[in-house]
């Protein structure tokens, strides 16, 4: 004989306003395995790592994880900056970035090890479970940027490959993504 058993049922749309806690109500996810060149001269440029969700409710929240991976052309690979990208449908376009201060470049953080001696073989970077109010119903899409950050320069930037691409057991390939999970209020 089966037997189901269960201490708590979620309702489809979530806890009702006001219940104790909440849950995950929605998940999108956008996984990247081909590889992408970006060139970066002190400009911030979209990576192909993007994904949209439409919140159920303006009250809830929506987690947000990243990893990818890659190399840049420069002798430090820190120099690389990313920052994630929020454009609500209909809306405005806003950055998830550290405090404005003076002429600071905001940014989510760095690529790399932020060691002297980084650049020499890909590295990943990761922003995980960060909890975003976009305070919508409308479509809300979230994109990984990159740019060069180093005052006057300019930089290559290669997603899921190293600068040397060459089919050799030495040259790795990669995967990147990015999920985002809406959470009831």
């Not at 990243?66 to 994630?84: K, L, P, V």
């Amino acid at each position: 004989m089966s037997e189901l058993r269960t201490n708590r049922i979620v309702p489809r749309d979530g806890l009702p306003a006001g219940a104790a806690g909440g849950g995950i109500i929605q998940v999108r996810n956008t996984t990247v395995t081909d590889t992408d060149t970006l060139s970066c001269n002190s400009a911030w440029v979209d990576s192909e790592i993007a994904c949209s969700i439409t919140p159920q409710s303006a009250g809830n929240k929506i987690l947000i994880s990243m990893s990818a991976t890659g190399e840049g052309n420069a002798a430090n690979q820190e120099m690389f900056a990313y920052r994630i990208k929020k454009a609500i449908s209909g809306g405005a376009t806003t950055y998830l970035t550290g405090a404005a201060a003076g002429s600071r470049t905001l940014i989510t953080g760095v690529t790399g090890d932020n060691t002297a001696d980084s650049g020499t073989s890909a590295s990943s970077f990761s922003f995980s479970n960060y909890l975003d109010s976009p305070a919508t119903t409308s479509a809300v899409t979230y994109t990984i940027q990159i740019t060069y950050d180093h005052a006057g320069g300019a930089g290559t930037y290669y997603l899921n490959r190293q600068v040397s691409d060459a089919d050799g057991a030495a040259n790795a390939r990669a995967i990147s993504w990015i999920t985002l999970m809406e959470v009831t209020a």
